[in-house]
């Protein structure tokens, strides 16, 4: 039983982590990457679509991002989906192939990413201390109804702990590293 629940709080964990770390890719750098336009979607005959899924995405060069369309006429209409996008980018179309530079950050721009990438990773925090609560609420609850004695459940919440720990200090070097690369000219 204990075991069952420190497996499903490390699960929960990791994915709140992994959640971050996606959240934290969308967060734009000066240089390109695919994963850039993954949360866009496209109206593809009235259906909301994954950019993905009626596009090859791929970089030209270290600024600029390639989208080629499966089919000719969604151009216009994926080229409308990144220029509405919130990431501020201008996509111009070439033939086939729409290229979206991307600009250079000012430093004011860094410092206000820097400052989403901060939120970004408390919002992580807080979701692994919420996670850690409810794994230590159900071994209280084992205390009251007697299938647990309190001993188990201080070595458990020991464990708990130091898994609360080892994310909250994985989502820290996360953000080390995204600010790093946001600061970076």
Request: net charge positive.
């Amino acid at each position: 039983m204990i075991s069952d629940i420190k497996k499903t709080t490390e699960q929960k964990m990791a994915k709140s982590v992994e959640t971050l770390k996606a959240d934290l890719a969308k967060v734009r750098t000066g240089r390109a990457h695919a994963g850039l336009l993954d949360h866009i979607r496209v109206d593809y005959y009235g259906t909301p679509t994954p950019l993905s899924q009626v596009a090859s995405i791929n970089l030209v060069d270290a600024r600029t991002i390639g989208v080629n369309p499966y089919e000719k006429k969604m151009g216009a209409v994926i080229e409308k989906a990144i220029r509405e996008s919130d990431l501020g980018l201008n996509p111009s179309s070439q033939g086939d192939l729409i290229r979206v530079p991307m600009p250079s950050l000012t430093e004011e721009r860094r410092r206000d990413l820097t400052k989403v990438v901060k939120a970004e990773s408390e919002g992580g925090r807080v979701a692994v201390r919420n996670i850690r609560r409810d794994a230590l609420a159900q071994f209280k609850d084992m205390v009251k109804a007697k299938t647990l004695s309190e001993d188990e459940e201080r070595r458990a919440q020991e464990d708990i702990q130091k898994m609360t720990d080892r994310f909250i200090q994985e989502i820290d070097k996360m953000l080390a590293v995204k600010e790093a690369e946001l600061m970076a000219v």
